[in-house]
């Protein structure tokens, strides 16, 4: 599987994707106290990209550890880290043959990372790895797109733009529907980043990368499935009061499981 060109740019996907990193982090750490085991510190953050979560946990004194597949991000983050002194622990792991070693209270797998494993095989040994890596009780928070709309499935283009000191950075995220493969409910998808930075713009362009399209009720049966989570709840928000649900056309299903 190739990676998004774009995930060679941590700095960029910094600026790109910090609009909401205080409500996801405030929305972990209330899963934690509604759901989570006691005195849960120890976090695992699968695929953790540029690390915006991983740091803003570790400057509330989480004791943190990331997995990324792009040696770029991880590189990023260990810099950060320190540079800022944090207690962050980070390396290059596949989420599809994940090898990290250790114990942890709570894990999350955030912004669409979790859609990289693209077959029923491919969930379910990662469901069942990272329960091995979760103390009994322990939380895993997924969080991935759902169409809101049948007739947007594979079809859908976002753009957004974020700000840091002098760089802008412009987000284009598009769907590829001619790229639908109808049974195994995978298609491409790209990032194309816009950065206009010291008087200039620029282009890095992700190139096209293989995701699988998760339907809700499919998803809930994969995680009974696999024999080792319960499913607590589901958010169309990192909030714990707004469910999942088509009052609030929910375009994201956040997901919180927990070790049984
Ligand atoms: C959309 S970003 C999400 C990053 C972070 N979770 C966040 O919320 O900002 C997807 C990340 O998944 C990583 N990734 C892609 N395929 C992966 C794999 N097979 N195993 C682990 N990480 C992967 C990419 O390098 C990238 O950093």
Same mark, same amino acid.
């Given at each position: ?37 006691? +005195? !849960? ?8 990209? *540029?690390?915006?979560? /991983?740091?803003? $946990?570790?400057? =509330? @004194? ?17 810099? +950060? !880290? ?8 980070? *390396?290059?792991?596949? /989420?599809?043959? $994940?090898?990290? =070693? @250790? ?35 322990? $939380? ?121």
């Amino acid at each position: 599987m190739s990676n998004s060109e774009v995930y060679r740019y941590p700095r960029y996907y910094a600026i790109g994707y910090q609009w909401n990193t205080q409500q996801e982090c405030q929305f972990i750490q209330s899963c934690l106290t509604a759901y989570g085991p006691a +005195q !849960a510190k120890r976090l695992l953050d699968i695929g953790c990209g *540029s690390g915006r979560h /991983l740091q803003w $946990l570790a400057m =509330q @004194g989480y004791p943190m550890t990331g997995v990324d597949l792009s040696s770029e991000m991880v590189a990023f983050v260990q810099e +950060q !880290a320190s540079q800022n002194h944090l207690s962050i622990a980070v *390396s290059i792991d596949d /989420l599809r043959e $994940l090898s990290i =070693q @250790g114990t942890f209270d709570a894990a999350y797998c955030f912004m669409d990372t979790f859609r990289f494993l693209l077959t029923n095989e491919e969930v379910l040994k990662h469901l069942r790895k990272v329960a091995e890596l979760l103390v009994p009780g322990g $939380l895993y928070l997924t969080d991935f797109w759902i169409p809101s709309q049948w007739d947007q499935i594979a079809s859908e283009i976002h753009q957004w733009e974020q700000t840091s000191g002098s760089t802008l950075v412009r987000v284009f995220y598009v769907q590829h529907p001619e790229s639908v493969d109808p049974v195994a409910q995978t298609f491409e998808d790209e990032l194309v980043f816009e950065i206009e930075e010291a008087g200039q713009t620029k282009q890095i362009r992700g190139g096209r990368t293989r995701t699988r399209l998760f339907m809700p009720q499919e998803f809930r049966l994969l995680v009974e499935h696999s024999g080792v989570f319960d499913c607590v709840s589901t958010h169309g928000e990192f909030d714990l009061s707004k469910p999942f649900d088509s009052f609030y056309h929910s375009w994201r299903m956040i997901t919180v499981l927990k070790k049984r």
